[in-house]
């Protein structure tokens, strides 16, 4: 069994940063975590994920060169976000599964889920 719990959201200006934590307990070596958004009215959308503590990381078109995720031995995965945008606001979740997969930053691969952290930017 695995549980999420997601912290570091809230508000900031447009061009500023944020670093999200996801303090995963139940990790074991080859899981895969990936983080997500969903704004209101919108679908979830991944962001980026990280492979067995590094071994491989993705990134969404719209985040790259501005968001980076990463992993400490303590088993807590970061995004940290920088250069935020009004469209990056949302609600952020991280998520696990026990396997790679080609569909890394696609929600519906992930088995566990946290209970997500609230982003907001102002213009």
């Known amino acids: 069994q695995v549980q999420l719990v997601e912290s570091g959201g809230g508000s900031v200006q447009a061009g500023g940063s944020l670093r999200l934590s996801c303090a995963v307990s139940?990790?074991?070596?080859?899981?895969?975590i990936g983080w997500f958004r969903q704004a209101p009215g919108k679908e979830r959308e991944g962001v980026a994920a990280?492979?067995?503590?590094?071994?491989?990381t993705y990134y969404a078109a719209p985040v790259k060169g501005r968001f980076f995720i990463s992993q400490d031995n303590a088993n807590t995965v970061y995004l940290q976000m920088t250069g935020l945008r009004p469209e990056d606001a949302g609600m952020y979740y991280c998520?696990?599964?026990?396997?790679?997969?080609?569909?890394?930053?696609?929600?519906?691969?992930?088995?566990?889920w946290g209970q997500g952290t609230q982003v907001t930017v102002a213009s």
């Open positions: 998520a696990a599964r026990f396997s790679l997969t080609s569909d890394a930053l696609k929600s519906n691969v992930y088995t566990y």
């Open positions: 139940g990790y074991r070596s080859r899981t895969l």
């Open positions: 990280i492979y067995d503590r590094g071994v491989s």
